[in-house]
Every structure is written in structure tokens, then in C-alpha cells.
């Protein structure tokens, strides 16, 4: 019953008044983006939904407006010069996520539930199917989120995605939601432009900024 309804109205309840009461947050953030190096103060980038449907994520402006769009930020040639300093203070403190409860607002995520994956991070995507992960809505945050984050190699992320499939309910998500703030505030696990590696080491660095493209 929880997943079915509940889940889905408290996502609605929660993101829309958040959105309400962080009104003067919105605009506070905005002007600093703007000021900091003008341009536009969103980006979108193409991640993969419920059913592994496309859909664009929302997240603030970090990097310069003349940064490439189209580049990952681990293949750029000195990608710090390029972050502006709103920036670099907005993903050390997760702000920059905040536009998403839009993206939860109109049903494309959850406030938990699995990380959305980039449109080509295959490999992560493909060990989501064996846990039936790309069937639900992806989440603001998550297991893997209190668990490591962009520390995890992506089979351990995928398994934790699959453990929170088999264990959703409402205290999951109250545990996971009460998880995060702590991780937030102790900027637990975060590894710039990070997403998790394969076995081999591999850094999938270029799933967590790929694709950028200015609204």
C-alpha cells in the first residue's frame, strides 16, 4: 500500500511545500549563481527514469556558462578552473540538488530511491535490472546515498539499490532521509564528479556531470 499510494502522495506533500517555504532560498542562490559569472542559473541533464524512460534532471548552475556542455567533467584539462565559487560551495553542501524537487513535484523521482543513472552509464543501469531497481522511481537520495555514495563501485551501488527494492516501506526511506542530512552535513562520501567505479578501478566519472546542456 505504501509503495502503490503513500509513497508517491508524501513525495507530492513534501516537495511541494519545500518548494513554498524555500522560495527566498531559490532566489538567494540564484543571485549569488548570476553574480558569480552570468549565465543561466539552471542545467539539465539526460538521466534514466522509472521503466528506464529518459527524463531531464534539474540541478544548479556549478560550473562557468562558457564551460564545454557537451564534456565530462574528468575529461575537461583543469576542470577546477571551470567551477565557479558558488559552485564549488553548492555540491560541497548538496544544494545544487535542491531544483529536483521540481523534478519530484511532477512524479519523475522520489525523494528516495535509486540515484538516476546517466542515459549512457550501461553498466550501472544493467546491474539495476538484475534487482528490478529501473523499476521504480529514482530518488532524490537512497540507500547507496548513507552508504558510501560516489565512494561505491558500482556492483556494491546496484546492490544496495536492489536491498532498498526489497525493503521499501516508510521507515526505509524515514531511515534514509534522516541518513542523508547527517552524510550532507559531514560531506560523507562525496568524490568530485564521482558515480561509483567497476571492480577494475575505473572511475565512472563521467556520468555525474556529463551531458551538460544550459536551460
Known sequence: MYRLCFKRLLDLLISGIAILLLTPVWLILSLLIVLDDPGSVFFRQRRVGRGKRLFTILKFRTMKAKAPHDTPTHLLKDPDR????????LRKTSLDELPQLFNIFIGQMSLVGPRPALWNQ???IAERDRYGANEL????????QINGRDELPIPEKARLDGEYVSRLGFLTDLRCLGGTVSA???HKGVVEGGTGAPETGEQE???????????
Not at 571551470?82 to 560551495?89: A, D, E, L, M, N
Not at 522511481?137 to 547507496?144: D, E, K, Q, S
Open 137 to 144: 522511481r529514482p530518488g532524490l537520495t537512497g540507500l547507496a
Open 82 to 89: 571551470y567551477i565557479t565559487r558558488v559552485g564549488r560551495f
Open 205 to 215: 566519472t563521467a556520468a555525474c556531470r556529463d551531458r551538460q546542456e544550459q536551460i
Open 122 to 124: 550501461y553498466d550501472l
Open 184 to 186: 550532507v552535513f559531514r
